[in-house]
């Protein structure tokens, strides 16, 4: 499997970014799907996810209402809209799949797979 994350970039605080990440190898839309981000100095923290078979989704509580998670199976792609940005949001961005269905907050610990970051910078 490999993940390939892309469109990160430098926004003022307030804008929009969209991320997407690009899957190949297994059947993607078998792959449970999230994304993690980890700033400076911090750990690598859960931001959100999508389940293959039903389509939940779960946020992190800093990012619900804000940031919306979707994936395009006939593309092998999930984005990750991110909307109301602050500069608090500002990380590497981790695509990754995780193989066993759990709703919630994910464990980096329990990801099979990481894809390559994407660097999102918000001014203030």
């Known amino acids: 499997v490999q993940l390939q994350a892309s469109g990160g970039g430098l926004v003022q605080a307030g804008g929009s970014l969209r991320l997407s990440c690009a899957a190949s190898?297994?059947?993607?839309?078998?792959?449970?799907m999230g994304w993690f981000r980890q700033a400076p100095g911090k750990e690598r923290e859960f931001v959100a996810h999508?389940?293959?078979?039903?389509?939940?989704?779960y946020y992190a509580g800093s990012v619900k209402g804000r940031f919306t998670i979707s994936r395009d199976n006939a593309k092998d792609t999930v984005y990750l809209q991110m909307n109301s940005l602050k500069p608090e949001d500002t990380a590497n961005y981790y695509c990754?799949?995780?193989?066993?269905?759990?709703?919630?907050?994910?464990?980096?610990?329990?990801?099979?797979?990481w894809g390559k970051g994407t660097q999102v910078t918000v001014s203030s």
């Open positions: 190898g297994r059947t993607f839309s078998t792959y449970n």
């Open positions: 999508i389940i293959w078979s039903s389509g939940r989704t």
């Open positions: 990754a799949t995780r193989w066993d269905t759990v709703v919630g907050p994910w464990s980096k610990d329990k990801i099979n797979y």
